[in-house]
């Protein structure tokens, strides 16, 4: 199926999409609880570096990592002082993430809200223009150096697995799936779902956050060539997604993602789904459920 004979299914996903109901079951529904642009840039960071996993288990863990800082995060963590974060998650545990990862993640905030007044602001050091980033090169150069700085302002001396896994670095080559979900919110919009609070990232700068199950769908829709899901990977479903809305390719993440996490998409051919859905016609699944370059 031809790139332009696909447009209109990937608009019919969005139509389909019931976006605020699935709001309500994402980890973004829990920023959008705090009013306040700055508490909400301080929420994204902590609810992205923390989602992954099943939505039903990480939703639960992003709310216990968010609760200790109050309905000012973004305050509460530029007053505080080392001693008053130290015993902030004591019982903390989600999978690989313990309490001391999210007090390193706590202590790069504070760091940055106290030198550079916000995240944005650290994003934009070694910016060459004062021009708004609209190409994805210099974004990911950007990210790469913003999740360095972050990284270097942890509380603890030694990098330990599991605050690099928070905050991955796109130099390493992999899909950094939820660093690229954190930009997705704060650059697009403001709309139902993204805030829209960054004004200096274009969102044609921004990547696809890219996972097995997302990737999985752009397999079937002929988006994605790449087996592998990685940096590669991510940009180039980008780029196809750019040939339909150049100004703005993750329109169409949202309720391509929510295609799975509803469990509308199983991955595998169902009579009593398959012909209801709306890439249905574009889709390469076969009704014996085997399908081809996936």
Same mark, same amino acid.
């Given at each position: 199926?031809?790139?332009?004979?696909?447009?209109?299914?990937?608009?019919?996903?969005?139509?389909?999409?019931?976006?605020?109901?699935?709001?309500?079951?994402?980890?973004?529904?829990?920023?959008?609880?705090?009013?306040?642009?700055?508490?909400?840039?301080?929420?994204?960071?902590?609810?992205?570096?923390?989602?992954?996993?099943?939505?039903?288990?990480?939703?639960?863990?992003?709310?216990?990592?968010?609760?200790?800082?109050?309905?000012?995060?973004?305050?509460?963590?530029?007053?505080?002082?080392?001693?008053?974060?130290?015993?902030?998650?004591?019982?903390?545990?989600?999978?690989?993430?313990?309490?001391?990862?999210?007090?390193?993640?706590?202590?790069?905030?504070?760091?940055?809200?106290?030198?550079?007044?916000?995240?944005?602001?650290?994003?934009?050091?070694?910016?060459?223009?004062?021009?708004?980033?609209? /190409?994805?090169?210099?974004?990911?150069?950007?990210?790469?150096?913003?999740?360095?700085?972050?990284?270097?302002?942890?509380?603890?001396?030694?990098?330990?697995?599991?605050?690099?896994?928070?905050?991955?670095?796109?130099?390493?080559?992999?899909?950094?799936?939820?660093?690229?979900?954190?930009?997705?919110?704060?650059?697009?919009?403001?709309?139902?779902?993204?805030?829209?609070?960054?004004?200096?990232?274009?969102?044609?700068?921004?990547?696809?956050?890219?996972?097995?199950?997302?990737?999985?769908?752009?397999?079937?829709?002929?988006?994605?060539?790449?087996?592998?899901?990685?940096?590669?990977?991510?940009? /180039?479903?980008?780029? /196809?997604?750019?040939?339909?809305?150049?100004?703005?390719?993750?329109?169409?993440?949202?309720?391509?993602?929510?295609?799975?996490?509803?469990?509308?998409?199983?991955?595998?051919?169902?009579?009593?789904?398959?012909?209801?859905?709306?890439?249905?016609?574009?889709?390469?699944?076969?009704?014996?459920?085997?399908?081809?370059?996936?």
């Amino acid at each position: 199926m031809s790139l332009k004979t696909l447009k209109p299914l990937l608009e019919k996903i969005i139509e389909h999409c019931s976006h605020l109901e699935r709001r309500d079951n994402d980890p973004v529904g829990l920023v959008h609880a705090y009013d306040e642009d700055a508490d909400r840039e301080v929420a994204a960071l902590f609810s992205s570096c923390l989602a992954y996993g099943r939505v039903e288990l990480l939703r639960p863990a992003i709310r216990r990592a968010l609760t200790p800082l109050g309905a000012r995060p973004a305050e509460f963590l530029r007053t505080a002082t080392i001693p008053d974060l130290e015993n902030l998650w004591p019982d903390f545990t989600y999978r690989m993430t313990r309490g001391p990862d999210l007090l390193d993640l706590a202590c790069a905030l504070r760091s940055t809200l106290q030198n550079e007044g916000n995240l944005q602001a650290l994003y934009l050091q070694g910016k060459d223009s004062a021009e708004p980033v609209a /190409q994805r090169d210099e974004h990911l150069r950007l990210a790469s150096r913003f999740v360095r700085r972050l990284r270097s302002r942890r509380s603890r001396s030694k990098m330990v697995r599991g605050f690099r896994y928070l905050l991955p670095d796109p130099a390493d080559g992999s899909a950094c799936k939820r660093l690229h979900l954190f930009f997705r919110w704060v650059v697009r919009g403001p709309d139902i779902i993204d805030l829209g609070i960054w004004d200096k990232v274009n969102p044609s700068a921004i990547i696809m956050p890219l996972d097995t199950h997302t990737s999985r769908l752009c397999r079937y829709l002929g988006l994605l060539q790449r087996k592998s899901v990685d940096g590669k990977a991510a940009r /180039q479903v980008t780029q /196809q997604l750019a040939s339909f809305e150049s100004a703005d390719p993750l329109r169409y993440d949202f309720a391509l993602c929510h295609l799975g996490i509803s469990g509308r998409c199983i991955h595998r051919y169902c009579a009593e789904r398959c012909p209801d859905c709306p890439i249905q016609p574009a889709c390469i699944l076969i009704a014996d459920g085997s399908s081809t370059g996936v």
